[in-house]
């Protein structure tokens, strides 16, 4: 069955580097989303991304954060300036229709550390 | 701000019996329900999901029952086997005449569900 693939799967990095999170979506599918989890808390909604432009975005994703298409398979997550509270698990999913039945295929994720 | 509520966070059930995991929710607009499992070093995995239009929805061992008087939610799983210990996801989401957007579900904390032999 195809998947999302993310790499890395684990990122560490000192806080005020930027790092790049980057993902795989299913080859025919047309949107892409970013998620996150802090430890110990729920799943949250980061962006959206479809037809090479955001969609919709969440108020964790601020001007700290970009998303970028760069070709015709990764989709990836940039953070300019990293904080301690960027520490995550980071998701990226995509789904291919555009209904609100929303089966969305999840990655395996990116766990975010910053010391 | 939790719109999306599991209250148990863990569940222990003997192997063959009855899983319930349940979910609240508060706004009224969610029109769309969704359970996601999630193993260990993987992403959430859908499992199935139920429209506002409906109460029931059966796919093999897992049923979802939703009751929208209650703004209640549950996830019934029989019988339970060891391979369903994982973390549940209770997620929501609203249309778009209801100010939702494509992609948006809102997520509960999850309930770890541990199934003994």
């Known amino acids: ?25 299913i080859s025919n599918h047309l949107y892409f989303y970013w998620y996150r989890q802090i430890l110990g808390q729920k799943v949250e909604f980061l962006v959206s991304f479809y037809n090479n432009e955001i969609s919709e975005k969440s108020e964790i994703f601020d001007d700290q954060f970009s998303v970028e298409r760069p070709d015709g398979s990764n989709f990836t997550l940039k953070i300019r300036s990293t904080k301690l509270e960027d520490s995550a698990m980071y998701f990226c999913a995509s789904n291919s229709e555009r209904t609100f039945n929303e089966k969305l295929f999840f990655g395996s994720g990116t766990q975010l550390s910053v010391l | 701000d939790q719109q999306v509520k599991q209250n148990s966070p863990s569940l222990s059930v003997q192997e063959g019996r009855i899983s319930i995991l349940n979910c609240d929710y508060t706004n009224s607009m969610f029109d769309y ?13 859908f499992l199935i999901s139920i429209s506002s239009i409906k109460d029931k929805n059966e796919d ?45 579900l809102i997520f ?4 770890k569900l541990s199934v003994k032999p």
């Not at chain 2, 509960?108 to 309930?111: A, D, E």
Request: net charge positive; proline share 9%.
């Open chain 1, 1 to 25: 069955e195809p998947e999302v693939t993310q790499t890395p799967s684990h990122q560490v990095t000192q806080m005020g580097q930027e790092v790049i999170l980057r993902c795989v979506p």
């Open chain 2, 33 to 45: 329900f969704l359970w996601y499992k999630k193993y260990p070093a993987e992403g959430p995995t």
């Open chain 2, 60 to 104: 093999g061992r897992f049923t979802v029952f939703l009751n929208k008087s209650a703004k209640h939610l549950s996830l019934h799983i029989v019988p339970s086997q060891p391979g369903d210990s994982a973390v549940y996801f209770c997620a929501a989401s609203a249309g778009p005449n209801y100010g939702g957007s494509q992609g948006n």
């Open chain 2, 108 to 111: 509960g904390k999850g309930t």
